[in-house]
């Protein structure tokens, strides 16, 4: 039997491997390769869909440790980027991050039109049908050529998949960590 939705609860968001609310969200911009040059530049792999935002002076977080830097320049390469952070101006200052990822701090995007919302803001959500009972916490975004599809995570742990349109989306409430969805015929599996 599926469990019924009680009011707004909080999910379990160790789970799902999502943050703690107190920490910030760092999101992955881009992954480092190999040095380039002597004075500090190294290769770099644009994982952003908005290349634009990566100027001169902006602040990110480099590894595991976020370790903080500030872009000095980017320039295109025929097998990505060269980027060069204002803290580095040599080799083997660079070389230990090589494999690294970027981050940005999410605090510093911009706000998305109503009705848009970043993944890692739906990551974590608690999902139930229309009629309260819970299907489970939305745990992955699959990018696929025609619309997202939501991998929700039951507490049965079986995986759900649900495709993102907004004919079968009634509500999203990000503050309450809560999404409201038309029943699939799937999903009456009692």
């Known amino acids: 039997m599926k469990k019924k939705h009680r009011g707004l609860t909080e999910p379990d968001l160790k789970v799902t491997g999502s943050h703690d609310r107190g920490e910030p969200v760092y999101l992955a911009i881009g992954r480092l390769g190999k040095p380039h040059g002597l004075n500090g530049g190294i290769s770099f792999f644009m994982l952003t869909d908005f290349p634009e935002r990566l100027i001169t002076g902006r602040n990110v977080f480099i590894g595991d440790g976020y370790f903080p830097a500030h872009i000095d320049s980017i320039k295109g390469h025929p097998k990505g980027y060269i980027i060069r952070f204002q803290e580095f101006d040599a080799i083997e200052q660079v070389e230990k991050f090589k494999g690294d990822f970027v981050f940005v701090d999410a605090k510093g995007l911009p706000e998305l039109p109503v009705g848009e919302y970043y993944h890692h803001q ?24 025609a619309n997202d599809v939501y991998v929700i995570v039951g507490e049965d742990r079986k995986e759900t998949l649900f495709p993102a349109l907004l004919s079968l989306i009634n509500k999203i409430d990000i503050e309450n960590k809560l999404m409201v969805v038309k029943p699939l015929e799937y999903y009456n599996q009692d």
């Open 122 to 145: 739906l990551i974590g959500i608690t999902v139930v049908d229309t009629s309260g009972t819970e299907i489970g916490i939305l745990t992955e975004i699959l990018e696929t050529g």
